[in-house]
Structure formats: structure tokens, C-alpha cells
């Protein structure tokens, strides 16, 4: 792969990375009672919260509407880039250099963060 290239891929990823990393404040700040699937009884506190337990082994009946407000909050993150970030976005899909959707790559960002994410509340729940 040539220099121009892999420079081109390395800003791609922190790209997407940053829409994972803004996807995750906004499942973060769910934390209406009513957004909340696990129950009130659960300890858990946000969206982000569940989502993680989810990822970390507690699947559930609710996994696809989990993965739903996955996908639409990292939509809304995405459509919230400045024109210039989405072009970039697009050159790199348009070109070829990355064959991946760009939701489809945010969403496996966020689910290997996902994965690692620990607190108090979700190793309790984890741990019934």
C-alpha cells in the first residue's frame, strides 16, 4: 500500500472513530427510564450501559432493538459532520479504499468498544 494510501486510511479510521466516540455520548445520555429495556431493577443507567452487557454476553430478546438505536444514533452522529468530514468520508468510500458501508464500520467500532467497556453497574449485572 502506498504512502499516499495508508495516510488516507489512517484519517478514515479516526474518522470513524469519532462518530463511534459521539455515538457513545449520545447512548450514554439515553437514560430516560422509558429508553431503558432491562428494567428498573437492573442497576443499569443508560442505553450505553445495556448495550454493553449485551455485547458482553447477556443477549436478549430486545438485542435487535438494541442494534436498531445502534444504527440510527450513529446515522444521526454521522449526519451531524460538517460537509467537509462527509466528503472525506465519501472519497474514501467512492475510491474504493475501503470497501466497508461506513454504518456497518461504526457499528463494529462500537461493539469491540463495547466489549471491553467496564463500570461498577454492568460487572454487578453481569455477575447475577
Avoid: H
Avoid at 430478546?61 to 462527509?86: G, M, P, R, V
Avoid at 462500537?110 to 467497556?117: D, G, H, L, Q, V
Amino acid at each position: 500500500m502506498n504512502s499516499d494510501r495508508k495516510l488516507i486510511l489512517s484519517d478514515y479510521r479516526k474518522k470513524l472513530t469519532l462518530i463511534a466516540e459521539d455515538t457513545i455520548k449520545e447512548l450514554f445520555s439515553m437514560n430516560d427510564k422509558a429508553m431503558l429495556l432491562s428494567g428498573e431493577d437492573s442497576g443499569l443507567r443508560n442505553v450505553w450501559e445495556e448495550i454493553c452487557v449485551q455485547v458482553q454476553g447477556e443477549n436478549s430478546y430486545f438485542i435487535q432493538q438494541y442494534d436498531n438505536c445502534i444504527i440510527s444514533t450513529i446515522e444521526l452522529c454521522y449526519a451531524k459532520q460538517s460537509d467537509a468530514f462527509k466528503a472525506d468520508i465519501k472519497f474514501v468510500q467512492d475510491a474504493k479504499i475501503s470497501r466497508v458501508p461506513v454504518v456497518a464500520a461504526v457499528f463494529s467500532i462500537i461493539n469491540r468498544k463495547a466489549k471491553f467497556f467496564k463500570n461498577p453497574r454492568i460487572s454487578t449485572y453481569l455477575s447475577e
